[in-house]
């Protein structure tokens, strides 16, 4: 099957939408596909400062195409990136599917070259679709409600982020196929010492085999506990919230990432007296060195399905997450990790604490969250449910959604946050 694939963001991208489409491009090839993938980048200083940016780099066996946002980086003219999506898809093809990953503007932009070509259209719903796109505007109003109305298939992460999206739009449930986020569970693995405990017959141990030990990173080495945020630096992560909480801590907070409030969350910290190490972006390659710490701290207040959290499942550590949409699909309070209503310092400062001090229930958790991933969350599991999908039906029958650029809108004026 010829597969076109059109992305919101890969790398250099730091996104977790970066990680995911990796992660599937692989699959897809691994399957035989003849895989195109369209990619918009930020190519100006400000939208790299936010999320990393440029060209996207070759992949193996996809053809890749870069197309930088100039109507993003123009004052949030998506209308105008919409376009050239379009254009593109077109002049590439042919293809018999077109998957978009976000609803807007790659999905619009897909579903529109999809209707001209003949082909099938699915689009995967994002986190910022529900809960910011739409919000902001009629514009954007209406053309979530075309992506979501008239694409041939609707995948979602989470049932707990599907009833977002539909009490938001009225989008019927079933027009929705729930794909939960996906890890790859070969590269992400608990750590060596938790390895060589199973080697040993240790009742703590773990079903993993000596070829794949990773060695322990700085972070095992050290003395003083680490609490680990890894991801997007963005108060909408509740990093704020766990600088906060880190200041009641006898604890070290590794904020791992970049993002748009990376500088603010760094001035909290030195304004509150935090122990706090802000190492930046990491390449995506040594991402699993990263985590290693005592506790994965992931305090949100939304998700689509978060990347982060099942890596550091994957991995080994135990999670400490917000109580929300696409947290709750994954996480079971006391069965395979913690929850903590989003903005709630306190409860984030005692269960942290309480996690800290008790090795027991750290280690209950973190076996059962591996358990699960290897279940329900590894990539072959997801990527056979993914292209099962592009058997969808054709859909022709919707009118253009009308745009209006000059409408307020606050993503036009913040366009990398949308």
Request: aromatic share 8%; proline share 6%.
């Amino acid at each position: 099957m010829r597969v076109c694939f059109v992305s919101r963001r890969y790398f250099p991208a730091i996104s977790g939408m970066s990680v995911y489409a990796a992660n599937l491009l692989r699959e897809l090839v691994g399957a035989g596909h003849e895989v195109t993938m369209i990619s918009q980048y930020r190519g100006d200083e400000a939208g790299t400062r936010v999320y990393g940016g440029g060209a996207p780099p070759e992949v193996d066996g996809v053809r890749v195409i870069g197309l930088e946002a100039l109507g993003e980086q123009a004052g949030g003219d998506f209308e105008r990136d919409v376009a050239t999506l379009r254009e593109t898809v077109l002049r590439e093809a042919p293809f018999d599917v077109i998957h978009a990953q976000y609803g807007y503007p790659t999905g619009l932009a897909a579903m529109e070259a999809a209707r001209e070509l003949g082909v099938p259209c699915v689009v995967s719903i994002q986190g910022g679709d529900g809960h910011w796109v739409g919000s902001c505007c009629a514009t954007h109003e209406r053309a979530m409600r075309a992506v979501l109305d008239h694409a041939g298939a609707l995948l979602i992460g989470s049932g707990s982020f599907r009833d977002e999206v539909v009490g938001r739009f009225g989008t019927p449930a079933s027009r929705f196929t729930i794909v939960p986020g996906a890890v790859d569970a070969e590269r992400f693995r608990p750590p060596a010492s938790r390895a060589a405990a199973d080697d040993e017959g240790s009742s703590d141990s773990w079903t993993l085999g000596a070829s794949h030990r990773v060695s322990p990173s700085v972070h095992d080495l050290e003395d003083t506990p680490i609490v680990l945020y890894h991801g997007r630096v963005d108060r909408r992560k509740g990093a704020f919230d766990l600088i906060e909480a880190g200041a009641g801590l006898e604890a070290r907070i590794v904020m791992s990432g970049i993002g748009p409030d990376f500088d603010a969350a760094r001035a909290l910290a030195a304004e509150r007296g935090v122990d706090a190490q802000f190492p930046g972006s990491v390449p995506y390659a040594d991402v699993p060195s990263v985590y290693r710490g005592t506790v994965f701290a992931s305090p949100t207040y939304a998700e689509g399905f978060s990347n982060t959290i099942l890596e550091a499942m994957a991995s080994g550590i135990p999670v400490v997450a917000g109580r929300a949409v696409g947290v709750v699909d994954c996480i079971t309070d006391g069965h395979n990790g913690r929850l903590v209503e989003p903005g709630d310092r306190t409860a984030l400062t005692q269960v942290l604490d309480e996690l800290l001090n008790d090795p027991e229930q750290r280690t209950r958790l973190a076996r059962q969250a591996r358990v699960d991933v290897e279940r329900c969350y590894a990539w072959p599991v997801v990527a056979s449910q993914i292209m099962a999908a592009y058997d969808a039906p054709i859909h022709t029958d919707w009118a253009d959604p009308s745009a209006d650029p000059t409408e307020p809108c606050r993503f036009r004026k913040d366009p990398h946050l949308l």
